[in-house]
C-alpha cells in the first residue's frame, strides 16, 4: 500500500481547530498512514510555544526554582485542546502526568534532564492525538521512537539518527497497512535507553527518517504558510511561491536564512527521492511546494534568494602566498584547532580571507586568531571585518546560464550596494556574496526585481 508520511508542525497543531484540521486532511487521503507531530506551537492569541515553556521548565528546575506555574500552563494547554474534543478528562491526565515522571529523573547530567523533559511536548502531544483519532473512529496507534527503533547518538540537544534506525522503523510498514501510525517528532532513544532530543524544528528530521524507512510516496510537511517563497517575505512583499526546487536547491537556500525546513532533514529524504511537499495546514487548496531530484528546464533558472547577518572575515594579504605550499592549510588550521567553523575561504594572487558566523567570536577569540596568524603565517597585512551579510544566488539553472553573474553585479551595482566577496562553488548552483549588513535588505529587494518581477 502506498503511504504518504505527514509531519505537522507545531503552527497547525496550536489549537482545536489546527488539530481537527489534521485529523480530515488524514481522513480525505487514505494514503496518508504514518504522522509526525511536533508539540502544541504559537497560534494567533498563543504566544509561546509548548517547546520553550519546557525549556523554560527545565532552567527554573535546574536552578531549583519554582515552575509549578509553567507546569500547569503547559498541562492547561493540552486539556484545552483536547478535552473539548472528546479525550476524557481522566485519559488526559493520566497522559500528563508523564511530564511529574519526567521531571523527577536524576538531574546530574543536566542535558540527558533537558531532553527527557523537553521531548514531553511531543510525546504528550502524539498520545493524545492517537487518543482523538480514536475518538473520531479511526484505527490509529501511537508509536513512540523506542517502540519503532529511531536510535540517535547520545548528543543530547543536537542528536543524530544512527543508521540502523531506518532498518528497524521499516518494520512499522506493516503496521501502516491497518493502522494510522501516530509518532512523536523530535527525539530518538539512545543506545542506553535514553531519549535524545535533535536540534530545534527537529520533527522535520524525524519525519524524513520515516518517510526513508516506510519508502513512503511523498512526504508531506504541514505548515501555516503556503509554501517556500523566493525570498524573505520580511523583506519583499508577498514574493511569489516556488512550485519546485531540487534537494540540492532547498539545501542551498536553508544554509542562510531559509529555515521553513530543517537542513538536515533534507538527506534521509534525498537519498531515495523521496519527494517533499511543504503545504498549508489551513490551505490545503495550494498545492504547496515541491522538493524533489529534477525539476522541468522550463522552470527558472533561479529559485531562490537567501540572505543572513551575522559574518566576520579575517583577510590577509602576503606577497607571493600563491607560491607558498600549505599557507591554506596552516591557516585553516588554526580555525580547527580553536574549534572555531568556517563558512567560506575566497582567495585571490596574494589574498585569502576567511569568512565565519560572528556568533562563535569574543575580542579574546580575535585576538588569539590573529596573533596566531601571524606566528604561523607571517603576512604583509592582517584585516578584519564585522557585520557582513552573505546574500546567495540559487538555481540549479546556474549551471548552463550564461550571465547570471553579469546580471547579479549589475543589478548590485545599480542598487549602489558594495560586494566584499564573491564566492561560486563548482556545483555552480548558487553564488554567494559578501556586502555589508546595512545593504542587505536593498540588495534582496534589487535581486528579486532583477530574477523575478
Ligand atoms: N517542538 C520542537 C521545536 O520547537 C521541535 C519541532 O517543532 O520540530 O523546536
Redesign the pocket.
Known amino acids: 500500500m502506498e503511504c504518504i508520511v505527514c509531519?505537522f508542525?507545531?503552527s497547525s497543531l496550536a489549537t482545536t481547530g489546527g488539530i481537527q484540521q489534521a485529523a480530515s486532511l488524514l481522513k480525505q487521503n487514505p494514503a496518508r498512514r504514518c504522522i509526525v507531530l511536533?508539540?502544541p506551537?504559537k497560534a494567533p492569541g498563543i504566544t509561546i510555544?509548548?517547546?520553550?515553556l519546557l525549556i523554560a521548565i527545565v532552567k527554573k528546575s535546574l536552578d531549583n526554582r519554582n515552575c509549578s506555574g509553567e507546569i500547569e500552563q503547559v498541562k492547561q494547554r493540552y486539556r484545552d485542546i483536547y478535552i473539548s474534543l472528546g479525550v476524557s478528562g481522566d485519559t488526559c491526565e493520566n497522559v500528563l502526568s508523564d511530564l511529574d515522571e519526567r521531571l523527577s529523573f536524576p538531574r546530574e547530567n543536566r542535558d540527558k534532564y533537558r531532553d527527557w523533559v523537553?521531548a514531553a511536548?511531543?510525546d504528550l502531544n502524539a498520545r493524545l492525538f492517537a487518543h482523538y483519532l480514536s475518538a473520531e473512529g479511526m484505527t490509529a496507534r501511537y508509536i513512540s521512537p523506542g517502540d519503532g527503533g529511531l536510535f540517535v547518538t547520545d548528543t543530547f540537544g543536537d542528536a543524530q539518527p544512527l543508521p540502523e534506525s531506518s532498518l528497524n522503523l521499516a518494520s512499522l510498514k506493516q503496521t501502516c497497512s491497518d493502522t494510522i501510525v501516530v509518532f512523536p517528532?523530535?527525539y530518538g532513544i539512545t543506545k542506553s535507553g535514553d531519549i535524545a532530543?535533535?536540534?530545534?524544528?527537529?520533527?522535520?528530521?524525524?519525519g524524513a527518517i520515516l518517510s526513508d524507512a516506510l519508502n513512503a510516496v511523498e512526504y508531506e510537511n504541514w505548515t501555516d504558510v503556503d509554501g517556500i517563497y523566493c525570498t524573505n517575505p520580511k523583506i519583499v512583499d508577498s514574493p511569489m511561491q516556488i512550485s519546485a526546487l531540487t534537494y540540492k536547491e532547498m539545501r542551498e537556500l536553508s544554509y542562510i536564512g531559509f529555515n521553513v525546513f530543517?537542513e538536515e532533514a533534507v538527506r534521509p529524504a534525498m537519498d531515495k527521492k523521496i519527494p517533499i511537499r511543504l503545504r498549508n495546514t489551513f490551505n490545503p487548496d495550494n498545492p504547496g511546494t515541491l522538493i524533489a531530484s529534477r525539476r522541468l528546464p522550463s522552470e527558472r533558472d533561479i529559485v531562490g534568494i537567501a540572505s543572513g547577518g551575522g559574518y566576520a572575515s579575517f583577510n590577509l594579504q602576503k606577497f607571493l602566498m600563491n607560491r607558498e605550499k600549505g599557507f591554506g592549510r596552516r591557516l585553516l588550521s588554526i580555525f580547527e584547532e580553536m574549534s572555531l567553523s568556517y563558512e567560506h575561504c575566497p582567495s585571490g594572487v596574494d589574498n585569502i580571507s576567511v569568512i565565519l558566523a560572528q556568533a562563535q567570536l569574543t575580542p579574546e577569540i580575535v585576538n588569539t586568531i590573529i596573533r596566531r596568524i601571524e606566528e604561523s603565517l607571517q603576512p604583509d597585512e592582517i584585516k578584519t571585518e564585522f557585520g557582513i551579510s552573505l546574500i546567495a544566488v540559487v538555481g540549479e539553472g546556474l549551471l548552463h546560464k550564461i550571465g547570471v553573474l553579469a546580471q547579479t553585479a549589475h543589478a548590485l551595482a545599480d542598487a549602489n550596494v558594495n560586494i566584499k566577496m564573491a564566492n561560486q562553488g563548482s556545483s555552480e548552483i548558487s553564488m554567494i556574496f559578501g556586502i555589508d549588513a546595512s545593504d542587505e535588505k536593498r540588495a534582496v529587494k534589487a535581486l528579486y526585481n532583477t530574477f523575478f518581477r
Not at 197 to 206: K, P, V
Open positions: 509531519k508542525g507545531g511536533s508539540a506551537g510555544k509548548v517547546t520553550d523537553v511536548g511531543e517528532g523530535f532530543t535533535f536540534s530545534r524544528g527537529g520533527s522535520d528530521l524525524t530543517h
